[in-house]
């Protein structure tokens, strides 16, 4: 019995280190800047290019300024 609960613990704590891992370690990117990058990467591998992303347009909300 303790032979199989000491081998499910070290399952677990391995499952969860590997699940811990995954991702990148960085902010996340707007789809306008994700768009910037898939062209370039496009770009990079001579692949045909996507469409160019329009530039968001920036709404000004009157409370921006106070968050």
């Given at each position: 019995?303790?032979?199989?609960?000491?081998?499910?613990?070290?399952?677990?704590?391995?499952?969860m280190a590997a699940v811990t891992a995954c991702g990148r370690k960085a902010g996340l990117d707007t789809p306008y800047?994700?768009?910037?990058?898939?062209?370039?990467?496009?770009?990079?591998?001579?692949?045909?290019?996507?469409?160019?992303?329009?530039?968001?347009?920036?709404?000004?909300?009157?409370?921006?300024?106070?968050?």
């Amino acid at each position: 019995m303790t032979g199989s609960r000491i081998l499910v613990t070290l399952t677990l704590l391995a499952a969860m280190a590997a699940v811990t891992a995954c991702g990148r370690k960085a902010g996340l990117d707007t789809p306008y800047e994700a768009a910037i990058q898939a062209r370039k990467d496009a770009e990079k591998a001579n692949q045909p290019l996507p469409p160019e992303p329009e530039k968001p347009v920036r709404d000004k909300f009157i409370l921006d300024p106070l968050i």
